[in-house]
């Protein structure tokens, strides 16, 4: 904007309820304030890319334009925050800065919690959630479900429902709820992701339905969430 005699402080002395909003790559100062990045590039260094794909692949780049529409979308929140601000608190304008890079960064969410609390940047997991189980995709008949069991109660109604059916093959599945309780809260299904997910995999109660059918059944009793696709 500066060189385009539009530079924020000296707009706002000439114009003092103007807001000026600014949508940088990596913000207005420091090394890469100038770095050509694009969106993909944003995406990379705004931690985005690394943990996305399977374990033994190489990261995958999300699909859309993440940081640049997450960016677009925090900076159209601020502008109207700002100017609320000015008829109603303030009485001037602002100059409202949204860095891409930044924005992106916040995305994150439980992934930058668990990097700050272990000390470790996460891992690639494919479609597991890294703090949920079982919160993936499983096959069916015909397609695919996103099952998101999101707390120890509907993983016990998922227990009830799927255990003593005799629809496994014989692969593990326990045959009471009961034999399920070491696993009924979150905390410890999640240290036992795999073995939860390589018990649920090869489950006829899944691969012997269509998707169709399992997201019917589940739209009527709502036990927990299943998305098909």
């Known amino acids: 904007l500066a060189n ?21 790559n990596c913000g207005q ?20 890319t690394y943990p996305v794909g399977e374990p033994s692949r190489e990261p995958l780049t999300p699909p859309g334009s993440l940081a640049q529409y997450v960016g677009g979308l925090y900076a159209a929140i601020a502008a109207m925050q700002a100017l609320f601000a000015r008829d109603f608190t303030l009485g001037h304008g602002q100059h409202v800065d949204v860095s891409l890079l930044e924005a992106t960064l916040a995305t994150l969410i439980n992934q ?10 996460p891992g ?8 949920i189980v079982p919160y993936q995709v499983f096959a069916t008949a015909d397609g695919h479900i996103m099952l998101t069991i999101g707390n120890d109660q509907q993983f016990q109604r998922f227990c009830a429902m799927t255990c ?40 006829e109660i899944l691969l012997a339905r269509p998707v169709r059918e399992r997201v ?12 098909g696709f």
């Open 4 to 24: 385009f005699g539009l530079a924020p402080s000296p707009m706002a002395g000439r114009f003092p309820k103007l807001s000026i909003f600014s949508v940088p």
């Open 29 to 48: 100062d420091g090394p890469d304030s100038d770095a050509p990045v694009n969106d993909i590039g944003l995406s990379a260094r705004g931690g985005w």
């Open 112 to 121: 930058a919690q668990n990097a700050f609390v272990t000390g470790h940047a």
């Open 124 to 131: 690639r997991r494919g479609n597991a959630h890294p703090n």
């Open 164 to 203: 003593g059916t005799r629809h496994c093959f014989g692969r593990g599945w326990p045959a009471s709820l009961e034999a399920w309780q070491h696993f009924m809260t979150q905390i410890i299904a999640v240290e036992f992701q795999i073995e939860i997910a390589g018990i649920i995999n090869p489950c």
């Open 216 to 227: 019917a059944r589940h739209v009527q009793q709502r036990p927990y969430h299943v998305s």
